[in-house]
């Protein structure tokens, strides 16, 4: 359960950061970043960060799709959901054999 608190506060993470950096990209294309800032991201990060930016997206989308495949896969092996109240618990209905 600790494990999957750990993982979730991770990704929240990952999800910012990647946020960020999506929209911190190169402006060329004309795309949200350079309608919001202008430009400006060339001027705070420099004129070389943009390749350094690009790979560093890339590294961070790959952790954000790792992390999802391990809470996958932990409440999947787990029987623990990740939604509250769930608990794991798993009902079932009994069913009568006619005699």
Known sequence: MI?????SVLLLGACVF????????????GGLAGALSGGSVQSA???RSA??????????ALIFF?????????????GVGLTPGSGGK?????TSTPK
């Open 66 to 78: 790792l992390l999802i495949i391990a809470i996958g896969l932990l409440g999947r092996t787990s």
């Open 18 to 29: 990647l946020v960020f950096l999506v929209l911190s990209q190169d402006v060329k294309g």
């Open 51 to 60: 390749e350094s930016i690009t790979k560093l997206t890339g590294w961070v």
């Open 90 to 94: 798993t009902t079932s209905t009994p």
């Open 45 to 47: 990060f420099g004129g």
């Open 3 to 7: 494990i999957g608190t750990i993982l």
